[in-house]
């Protein structure tokens, strides 16, 4: 059967002040209307039922997010400590094995704007069909709209039956790069996976060693100790990018990660002087910026090209082009401003 994974950990750092340990930026109506979470799950329920949905996530937002998201609380896995998406799927797929020994596993994210959520199903079932019929690994590629440097990339190779083996990987490009790569026919790496959990788990063993000592764990029941002795790695880095089995299916599906303040402007309305105000916010004589209030007015006068932000006690005037180095930024200033306690 088929099953799906939703990732929903990390703090969103990126969406400081708004986001916080609490309320990450999964859990904020970022896109408008719901929380990108909610989003996610929806998106789902066109393909698969609840009981076979599961989300990963942290200590703190599993309450939260089993309330907002009405999943089955036996479906909700929390994660003793972070060490990335690779322990994270690993765990995830054994679940799913564990309750389906035929199970094939669809992994996306909590915290992504897909406008069109039939063509995303569409794309999704390709690649679960592709995963089912061959010991593949499947990723899903999004045709690029944009030269972005904030993705990584794909580039496709051999074509096989429903997509195409992955040539090479390549990560996070100079705009000159990206340029380069998407005249070669590279995708976007969406970070939409599927495969067999059993196929997963055999790959895992041959290719990621910062993960494989620690599967006896699983076997065990034993989920602390496997998280304790996995390395942090990201699925990609730990086993797409080392295995031979990868396959990537296009995606034609409109798709952003809405990875900083940034990404408001592509996926909001825009006022006629191309801003993007959300709450209490009043520009006069101001273009190309993006304000957000949570409580208190903001007036942004005679300014281009700026984000200011008011949330949780704090504000954020920054200059739009520092939105990729705002977790950077944070690192500069002192806990006693960058750290946000909400009740």
Not at 53 to 69: C, D, F, N, S, Y
Request: aromatic residues 6%; hydrophobic residues 45%; glycine residues 10%.
């Amino acid at each position: 059967m088929q099953w799906a994974v939703i990732l929903a950990g990390g703090s969103g750092t990126r969406f400081w002040p708004l986001s916080t340990p609490t309320r990450p930026k999964h859990l904020l109506p970022l896109a408008g209307g719901g929380a990108t979470a909610e989003a996610a799950f929806e998106r789902l329920a066109g393909l698969l039922p609840p009981e076979r949905i599961l989300l990963v996530t942290g200590a703190g937002l599993a309450g939260p997010l089993r309330a907002k998201l009405g999943v089955p609380a036996e479906n909700v896995l929390v994660e003793p400590e972070a060490k990335s998406t690779g322990p994270a799927l690993v765990w995830g797929s054994w679940v799913a094995r564990s309750r389906d020994p035929e199970a094939v596993v669809l992994s996306t994210h909590a915290d992504w704007h897909v406008p069109d959520p039939a063509a995303f199903v569409r794309t999704a079932e390709v690649a679960l069909a592709v995963a089912d019929t061959a010991p593949w690994l499947v990723t899903v590629g999004v045709v690029p709209t944009r030269p972005e440097t904030g993705y990584g990339y794909i580039i496709p190779g051999q074509p096989v039956e429903g997509g195409f083996l992955v040539a090479e990987f390549k990560e996070k490009p100079t705009i000159e790069g990206a340029g380069a790569l998407i005249a070669r026919g590279a995708l976007w790496n969406s970070g939409l996976f599927a495969w067999r959990a059993d196929t997963l788990l055999t790959e895992i063993g041959r290719h990621a060693p910062e993960m494989a000592g620690a599967l006896p764990a699983l076997a065990r029941a034993d989920v602390a100790s496997f998280f304790r002795h996995c390395r942090a790695v990201s699925i990609d880095v730990g086993v797409l990018e080392r295995s031979p089995a990868v396959v990537v299916v296009p995606g034609q599906f409109e798709w952003d990660d809405i990875g900083t303040w940034e990404a408001l402007a592509r996926i909001r309305p825009l006022d006629p002087n191309r801003n993007v105000l959300a709450g209490n916010v009043t520009a006069v004589d101001t273009r190309d910026s993006i304000g957000w209030s949570e409580t208190m007015p903001i007036v942004m006068a005679g300014v281009e090209n700026v984000v200011v932000v008011e949330a949780n006690g704090r504000i954020l005037v920054m200059d739009r082009r520092h939105a990729a180095g705002l977790k950077q930024i944070l690192e500069q200033l002192p806990p006693s401003v960058r750290e946000i306690a909400v009740s």
